[in-house]
């Protein structure tokens, strides 16, 4: 199938899963997606004895389809850009420091949990994978996904406060979580032996840095030009084309793409930004269209989560392994989280029962499923992808659909812990 063809039925998929969610199963739309087309893949498995076609069809078009390079050098600009735009810069910066920790001494922490955790679990169920690969596990798994967080807690009703920090850390340590694996991603490739500390550090470094002021570099040209003339149809092709070539140029120079889009997405999004550079019609025509990207894509990656099922390989083995790293994966995130918490909870009056909330709303989503899709066979991709899919299912679907209970509950338990 041409790339035409592929697009073409992934957007009518979107279209008619999208329809039997809002029609019959009333959830919320990335989840509603994603249990659809996960059914549908579900379902060709079961007949694919009685009816192959309809089973190869699908197999077919997934293994046509580079996920991780569709996420990770298409969808991904489009999606961190589209949330940073529509995030408060006052909250989130009144948060920064808390959002700083959780984006990066909690990733790296995590990472570094689950990987001790996840060796030891996996071995003994007599799946031999080096520490090194259990890195490579941890640095995908650890990132909280902005695309999934994004999504689900604007209908989980969760309090602002609380959802700054969840939507600014997810936002942040995505692409932290991106430089963690490619620097762990390269020690696997040369050998660790071969590594100095150093390289690690200016590898590290330069994604982050270079990162960072390639998006605020982006977000003053915008304004620049946004600034000196007013048609609103030509500035929003200005905010594509940031996204677009932005994007690419962060390839270019070896930079964090991901942190660059969500830097750029805060300057264009920030208060001053708009009223100083954007008339009412421009304002109104940029946020709708970012919307609809942000449907649209969000749309075709959940069905493609779904999908995806039809290449894992079921070995009994893998699958107890996965449900097993459930818990233990919610357990390393707690326990990153808990050094920020404890230093900023009284300064910055944190929600109660801040860890939990964080814990359990902190979802894994095609981030990790690409990052996992990446990986070499010989750094033990098989088992690794089966796991990180069963993670990322429970994430999204348990956790996403469970999250706005657990807030309301809290809330309601307010008065008698305030007593």
């Given at each position: ?7 073409t ?18 959830l919320p739309?990335?989840i ?9 893949s579900?379902?060709?498995?079961g ?8 089973f190869e069809?699908?197999k ?16 991904l600009?489009?999606?961190l850009?589209a ?6 810069f ?7 420091w808390?959002?700083?920790l959780?984006a990066?001494?909690g990733?790296v ?13 996996f071995?003994?169920?007599g ?12 640095a ?15 209908q ?15 936002l942040?340590?995505d ?5 963690v694996?490619?620097t ?10 071969n590594?100095?500390?150093?390289e690690v550090?200016?590898l ?5 840095g270079?990162g ?5 570099a982006?977000?003053a ?11 609103y ?6 905010t594509?084309a ?7 140029l962060a ?7 991901p942190l ?17 550079s954007?008339?009412e019609t421009?304002e109104?025509?940029i946020d709708?269209?970012w919307?609809?990207?942000d ?19 079921f070995?009994?083995?893998?699958i107890?392994a ?9 357990l390393?995130?707690a326990?990153?989280l ?8 009284e300064?910055?009056?944190f929600f109660?029962k801040?860890?939990l ?10 981030i ?5 899709l990446?990986?070499a066979?010989y750094?033990?991709r098989a088992p ?17 659909l469970?999250?706005?209970?657990l ?13």
């Amino acid at each position: 199938m041409d790339l035409l063809t592929i697009v073409t039925i992934l957007i009518v998929f979107a279209a008619l899963f999208g329809y039997i969610n809002v029609r019959f199963l009333k959830l919320p739309v990335t989840i509603g997606l994603m249990v659809i087309s996960l059914v549908f893949s579900l379902l060709a498995m079961g007949v694919s004895q009685i009816y192959p076609a309809l089973f190869e069809m699908e197999k077919s078009l997934v293994e046509q389809i580079d996920f991780h390079k569709l996420l990770m050098e298409g969808m991904l600009s489009f999606l961190l850009f589209a949330g940073a735009l529509h995030v408060d810069f006052g909250k989130l910066k009144s948060m920064r420091w808390p959002i700083i920790l959780f984006a990066t001494l909690g990733v790296v922490t995590s990472t570094f949990l689950v990987a001790g955790l996840s060796y030891y679990l996996f071995n003994a169920l007599g799946i031999a994978i080096p520490f090194l690969h259990c890195l490579l596990f941890g640095a995908m798994i650890s990132p909280t996904d902005p695309i999934a967080v994004l999504g689900i807690l604007k209908q989980a009703g969760v309090p602002k406060s609380l959802e700054t920090k969840i939507v600014g850390e997810s936002l942040f340590n995505d692409g932290i979580g991106v430089v963690v694996f490619i620097t762990i991603y390269q020690l696997a490739q040369a050998g660790a032996g071969n590594f100095e500390a150093s390289e690690v550090a200016l590898l590290f470094a330069e994604e982050v840095g270079g990162g960072v002021i390639l998006g605020l570099a982006l977000g003053a040209i915008a304004y620049y030009m946004m600034r000196t003339i007013d048609d609103y149809e030509v500035e929003v092709i200005i905010t594509l084309a940031l996204v677009m070539g932005g994007y690419l140029l962060a390839s270019s120079l070896h930079f964090s793409g991901p942190l660059a889009m969500v830097v750029a997405g805060l300057a264009v999004g920030h208060k001053r930004f708009r009223t100083s550079s954007m008339s009412e019609t421009t304002e109104r025509y940029i946020d709708k269209f970012w919307e609809l990207m942000d449907v649209l894509f969000n749309a075709v990656l959940f069905i493609l989560i779904g999908l995806e099922i039809v290449i894992l390989e079921f070995e009994s083995v893998y699958i107890i392994a996965g449900f097993l790293a459930i818990p233990l994966v919610l357990l390393c995130r707690a326990a990153a989280l808990f050094l920020p918490i404890r230093l900023f909870r009284e300064r910055l009056d944190f929600f109660p029962k801040t860890n939990l909330i964080m814990t359990w709303g902190g979802l894994r989503g095609g981030i990790s499923i690409a990052l996992a899709l990446s990986l070499a066979d010989y750094m033990s991709r098989a088992p690794l992808l089966t796991i990180t899919y069963i993670v990322v299912i429970f994430s999204i679907i348990v956790q996403g659909l469970t999250v706005g209970g657990l807030v309301k509950r809290v809330q309601a338990a307010m008065p008698a812990a305030q007593s």
